[in-house]
């Protein structure tokens, strides 16, 4: 019997982790290799992807695209985690802010921006998850990493909450925008509600919410494996350079054929290989996927 693979949209609820969505669907799918696709921490909502059976190979393409959000900051206090499960640690005075202050405050955080990633974070350092020292007490030195804000909406401002429009690159962390923006405004700032829209082409509207997720109906919403990575261009292949890829072998690159680095390859009969890279001397394997 062929296990079923493909990528599953849902709609994550509040207070579970993702781990808890994984192991949810491993349950009532029977499926052993279940993935997902970028964390949402317990108190997000929203689009979660996982990859289920073959497809948890093509994991790395579903989290790199691009993501959005709306997000609600609360400004006046600062909490540990930077979202409302955290302790509040600071407090001031947030009553001065105007919504002109918040549309002056966010142009310094869109392009290509340094941000900090929060101490309580999945993020390992030395092999130990940062959440796990924050838990011990510790407070290791955490360096800053470019990320890309794509676009920064201020949606609506009804003080102390504002409700902001995030586009974004893989690797940004909305609860740490919401710390830094609130420390730009001198007042502090955390998350008390986040919501992830899309990633990519795949929006919440079409996600399938966990609750309405059952034995019976799961594989129905299963999407195509090739749907991990639609948002590639697409190499067709003939037959023989389609075998030398599935043989590791690097084949010639034609001048009508995708210019982009990363490509889909697919054998003349339509059939997914994998995904190749660009080189100067053609086309090599990058992750090839073995015929069922």
């Not at 309580?120 to 940062?130: C, D, R």
């Not at 676009?151 to 940004?172: H, I, K, M, W, Y």
């Given at each position: 019997m062929i296990t079923p693979t493909g990528v599953l949209n849902i709609d994550k609820p509040p207070g579970i982790t993702s781990h808890d969505v994984v192991h949810r669907v491993r349950r009532l799918s029977g499926a052993r290799r279940v993935g997902h696709a970028g964390t949402l921490d317990p108190l997000a909502t929203g689009v979660l992807l996982l990859a289920v059976g073959r497809t948890t190979r093509l994991i790395e393409y579903l989290v790199g695209q691009q993501k959005m959000y709306l997000a609600t900051v609360k400004l006046g206090q600062e909490t540990n985690?930077?979202?409302?499960?955290?302790?509040?640690?600071?407090?001031?005075?947030?009553?001065h802010i105007?919504?002109?202050?918040?549309?002056?405050?966010?142009?310094?955080?869109?392009?290509?921006i340094?941000?900090?990633?929060?101490?309580?974070?999945?993020?390992?350092?030395?092999?130990?998850?940062?959440?796990?020292?924050?838990?011990?007490?510790?407070t290791p030195h955490?360096?800053?990493?470019?990320?890309?804000?794509?676009?920064?909406?201020?949606?609506?401002?009804?003080?102390?909450?504002?409700?902001?429009?995030?586009?974004?690159?893989?690797?940004?962390?909305?609860r740490s925008l919401a710390h830094d923006l609130g420390r730009a405004l001198g007042c502090g700032g955390h998350i008390t509600a986040l919501r992830r829209a899309a990633v990519g082409d795949f929006s919440v509207a079409q996600a399938?919410?966990?609750?309405?997720?059952?034995?019976?109906?799961?594989?129905?919403?299963?999407?195509?494996m090739t749907t991990a990575v639609a948002h590639l261009p697409r190499l067709d292949l003939n037959q023989t350079d389609a075998t030398d890829l599935r043989h590791g072998r690097a084949i010639p690159a034609q001048t009508t054929q995708p210019s982009e680095e990363l490509a889909a390859a697919f054998d003349p009969a339509g059939v997914f290989i994998g995904v190749v890279t660009r080189r100067p001397n053609g086309w090599r394997a990058r992750k090839i996927l073995d015929p069922i």
């Open positions: 985690t930077f979202d409302a499960e955290g302790e509040v640690v600071a407090e001031r005075p947030y009553r105007t919504a002109a202050h918040l549309q002056d405050a966010l142009p310094q955080f869109q392009g290509r340094q941000q900090r990633p929060p101490l309580y974070s999945a993020i390992k350092q030395n092999g130990q998850p940062l959440y796990k020292l924050a838990r011990q007490g510790k955490i360096p800053t990493r470019e990320v890309i804000i794509h676009q920064l909406e201020l949606l609506d401002f009804e003080p102390p909450r504002a409700n902001l429009r995030v586009v974004c690159g893989s690797g940004t962390y909305i399938v919410p966990l609750a309405d997720l059952t034995a019976e109906n799961w594989q129905a919403h299963l999407m195509p």
